[in-house]
């Protein structure tokens, strides 16, 4: 019987990218950063060129709404759990960025429904890090 000072041997620990279910998790991790890095970066000028001054107050209230609304999104997912969070949050982010980015193709949205897409976009985003923080674990 060992005390309690003693320590036990381990496994070797499994390098992570030896695992399939890691290099998906990795692979899809680097896609979503590659797209953020393009909406934080590309849009807010596409923005400003159509709307003008306009966007960026959109979204700094865009921004200002979804960081009051994240502790809800945080309690939300400690009560029902990371995965519905984390898949519906991803699914809200893209579909409202693809509407906002059909609409550029397309003309103008109304300033409100612009305003409400980047609320959606900003809150989606909260609600899959917030539940991809709490899933990494898993």
């Given at each position: 019987m060992q005390s309690d000072n003693e320590t036990r041997p381990t496994a070797a620990e499994v390098p992570p990218l030896s695992?399939?279910?890691?290099?998906?998790?990795?692979?899809?991790?680097?896609?979503?950063?590659?797209?953020?890095?393009?909406?934080?970066?590309?849009?807010?000028?596409?923005?400003?060129?159509?709307?003008?001054?306009?966007?960026?107050?959109?979204?700094?209230?865009?921004t200002a709404v979804s960081g009051l609304l994240a502790p809800f999104v945080g309690a939300a997912i400690d009560m029902r759990?990371?995965?519905?969070?984390?898949?519906?949050?991803?699914?809200?982010?893209?579909?409202?960025?693809?509407?906002?980015?059909?609409?550029?193709?397309?003309?103008?949205?109304?300033?409100?429904?612009?305003?409400?897409?980047?609320?959606?976009?900003?809150?989606?985003?909260?609600?899959?890090?917030?539940?991809?923080?709490?899933?990494?674990?898993?």
């Open positions: 695992d399939a279910r890691f290099r998906r998790f990795a692979a899809g991790n680097v896609i979503n950063n590659v797209g953020e890095t393009a909406f934080v970066g590309v849009a807010p000028l596409l923005l400003v060129q159509v709307y003008g001054p306009a966007a960026v107050a959109l979204s700094v209230v865009a759990g990371w995965r519905m969070f984390f898949y519906i949050g991803l699914a809200a982010q893209s579909a409202s960025i693809l509407a906002v980015v059909a609409s550029l193709a397309v003309g103008r949205l109304p300033l409100a429904l612009l305003g409400i897409l980047l609320v959606v976009n900003a809150t989606a985003s909260i609600s899959y890090l917030s539940a991809w923080k709490v899933g990494l674990n898993e």
